[in-house]
């Protein structure tokens, strides 16, 4: 009989890691509950709304998801949907059902995460008509291609595999009709910096080689080497959380140089509260009203330590540079 492998510290941090991905669920769900932004579909992940969060870490999220949203959105419609989107870490992220509903989908939206979250994320699919019947929907044939760890169809599909091992996550892709001369729109949301600082140049640099047009958006901490940034950093150690790719994370201009030593064209950074401050402020002035915030100091802090940073190369020119750009020069094209 074969003996039992021990339980290392990597196994430990990887559960850490995982475990992230239900506290974003977990918090998206409670703010949609509030009304910050419609999500019918988060429901059906996070059967609870849960205990109540604080104000502040609502509009937190809602300025990440609406600010991923709209660039996401944009390099949906500059490319007349003729593209695919690789969602890296994408836990039980909606963009998926949301894209469907707003009738802005690529040809294909490819999902990879850690094998465990993938069967959770299959299981739901399996069992929650209203996540299995969009998928259905955009299908051709009356099957779908589905096991413990993978599902594809047509228009979707959800891989299993470590983003540290480059050649195995690439090997699952293709055999799931990842195309390499498509436009590709790569997204990763706080996954990079649980990778160490090679490991997720390696990702960045791999995505760079692949497409020859391509955009890389990456949501994540920023300037955390001041004291708030400390103070995250102490609460995620004693979750046994490490964030072993902290050392990219001390500045905007660190955010865009790791691309354009990787291979991009182009790149670019904001904190969130620029963001914040882009963001369409009739909307803004609504999610405002919904609670009040007795911490603004404390909701400036958490959005000086996340970032939206992205890159960009192509060989296409379809102007991706030019329509991000817009969105940092007051007076041109808004959010």
Not at 121 to 146: A, G, N, Q, V
Not at 231 to 257: D, F, H, P, Y
Request: charged share 25%; aromatic share 10%.
């Amino acid at each position: 009989m074969a003996s039992r492998q021990p339980f290392t510290d990597t196994d430990t941090a990887d559960e850490a890691v995982r475990a992230t991905c239900d506290d974003a669920t977990v918090c998206k769900r409670f703010a949609t509950s509030k009304g910050y932004w419609k999500d019918p579909y988060i429901q059906y992940f996070v059967r609870s709304v849960g205990e109540r969060k604080a104000p502040e870490i609502n509009r937190g999220y809602y300025a990440r998801v609406q600010g991923v949203n709209r660039l996401l959105d944009a390099f949906l419609k500059k490319t007349q949907c003729d593209c695919q989107i690789i969602n890296l870490g994408a836990g039980l992220d909606t963009t998926f059902w949301r894209l469907k509903d707003d009738n802005l989908m690529p040809r294909k939206f490819f999902e990879v995460d850690f094998p465990t979250i993938v069967a959770r994320k299959i299981h739901y699919i399996k069992t929650k008509p209203p996540l299995s019947k969009p998928i259905i929907e955009t299908h051709s044939t009356d099957s779908l291609l589905l096991d413990a760890h993978s599902l594809d169809s047509d228009r979707y599909c959800i891989i299993g595999a470590d983003l540290r091992n480059i050649s195995d996550m690439e090997e699952k892709l293709k055999k799931f009709q990842l195309n390499t001369e498509l436009p590709t729109l790569v997204l990763t949301e706080c996954v990079l910096v649980y990778m160490s600082p090679s490991q997720s140049s390696g990702l960045i640099r791999w995505a760079a080689e692949t497409f020859h047009t391509a955009m890389f958006i990456n949501y994540e901490q920023v300037n955390m080497y001041d004291r708030f940034g400390q103070v995250m950093i102490e609460n995620l150690q004693r979750r046994q959380c490490t964030l072993a790719g902290v050392e990219t994370c001390q500045s905007l201009e660190l955010q865009k140089e790791r691309f354009l030593r990787s291979g991009w064209e182009h790149a670019n950074a904001l904190d969130m509260i620029a963001v914040y401050s882009m963001l369409p402020q009739e909307d803004v002035g609504r999610i405002e009203r919904l609670e009040f915030l007795d911490e603004l100091e404390l909701l400036q802090q958490l959005l000086q330590h996340y970032s939206i940073s992205w890159a960009s190369k192509e060989k296409l020119s379809l102007g991706i540079i030019w329509l991000f750009w817009d969105k940092l020069v007051p007076g041109r094209l808004s959010w």
